[in-house]
């Protein structure tokens, strides 16, 4: 069996997560994944060194399959790394970002800082986290150039990107009616 290369992600903001339980789009088999939103802007000498060689290796994929480099590929080939602008309407994305959407059909380990499990209630949209991810080129049902899931591992806390909120912090503080807690079914508080 070839040797995969793995590649560490810059930190990103999580979006899209389907981390624990693989989802079907448009009718494709089931897979594990996320939406990866990174600003280049604010990496470090480290991170810009992690992105160069993962640019690198879309490169590499694209000459191989297609004989030409990501950048230039017609738009019937996906190109796996994205401009942020192209969903500027949706949180966390925008002008100065790049995303891609990396996923596996195997489940991928997820977990925290410490290296401790994480559950789905941790990597939620808009947390910040890094990943260990393959880079391949493809040419079955569609053609592209993509970016592998293997690992991904929750840094830091961040700004929901959706609108859930914690449950406790919704009720903290907001007593119910004690009519409602007595033992019974009576239904005579409701008229």
């Known amino acids: 069996m070839a040797e ?14 389907a981390l624990f339980e693989a989802q079907s789009f448009d ?5 594990y994944g996320c ?22 290796a879309l490169d590499e994929a694209s000459l191989a399959k297609f004989k030409k ?14 401009d942020g602008s192209e969903k500027a309407d949706m949180a ?16 991928p380990g997820a977990v925290l800082l410490d290296g401790t499990p994480g559950t789905a209630e941790d990597f939620y ?12 080129s493809y040419d079955n049902k569609g053609k592209g150039v993509a970016i ?3 690992n991904i591992q929750k840094i830091k806390d961040g700004e929901r990107l959706d609108s859930r909120t914690d449950a406790a912090a919704d009720f903290e503080g907001d ?11 009576d239904d005579s508080l409701l008229d």
């Open 4 to 17: 995969v290369t793995r590649y560490k992600t810059p930190p990103f903001r999580l979006s899209f997560p």
């Open 27 to 31: 009718g494709g088999a089931p897979k």
């Open 35 to 56: 939406s990866a939103v990174w600003t280049p802007e604010k990496f470090t000498d480290k991170d810009k060194a992690l992105w160069a060689a993962i640019l690198k």
């Open 69 to 82: 480099k990501l950048k230039d590929l017609p738009d019937n080939i996906k190109k796996g790394l994205r």
């Open 92 to 107: 966390g994305y925008g002008e100065g970002t790049k995303f891609a959407s990396i996923t596996t059909k195997m489940k």
């Open 125 to 136: 949209p808009g947390c910040w986290c890094r990943a260990t991810v393959t880079v391949y």
């Open 148 to 150: 592998g899931l293997m």
């Open 175 to 185: 007593e119910v009616d004690s009519a409602w807690l007595e033992d019974g079914d």
